[in-house]
């Protein structure tokens, strides 16, 4: 924390959507330490944007859209306070989330469930494979 009581954190996500559009998913993030010492993370507005370079109609159809032009860019925006970013972006991958968690963003520290008990291991197989009894 460098010696702050608030840090503020952004990350972005730049992809290609399952129509081949650009895509870009912002997270805005704060950690603030506790009078006890501890600290707390909040996150804060995330913001789903899609980017069309041929300059053509948006087709986000999502509440609170907002629509900015710039030069030959249709930029459309949706704040995730109307509509869930955990949601919508395996949606817009063509992947489900148990795939984003578990194979393209697993934590290093996790990377080796495979080799996890057979018990856990059938869990996270059902997952991926969505798997139903």
Avoid: Y
């Avoid at 629509?67 to 489900?96: F, Y």
């Amino acid at each position: 924390m460098a010696n702050e009581k608030e840090v503020k954190a952004q990350v972005r996500l730049r992809f290609w959507n399952v129509n081949r559009q650009r895509m870009t998913a912002t997270r805005n993030l704060q950690v603030t330490v506790k009078k006890g010492g501890g600290l707390t993370m909040k996150t804060l507005e995330g913001i789903l944007a899609k980017t069309d370079v041929d300059g053509g109609e948006g087709k986000v159809s999502l509440c609170n859209l907002f629509d900015t032009v710039r030069a030959d860019r249709q930029r459309n925006t949706i704040s995730t306070k109307c509509s869930e970013m955990d949601e919508e972006v395996p949606l817009l991958l063509g992947v489900s989330r148990a795939i984003l968690e578990n194979v393209i963003f697993c934590h290093q520290e996790e990377s080796n469930w495979p080799l996890s008990e057979p018990a856990a291991l059938k869990k996270k197989f059902d997952d991926i494979f969505e798997a139903t009894k």
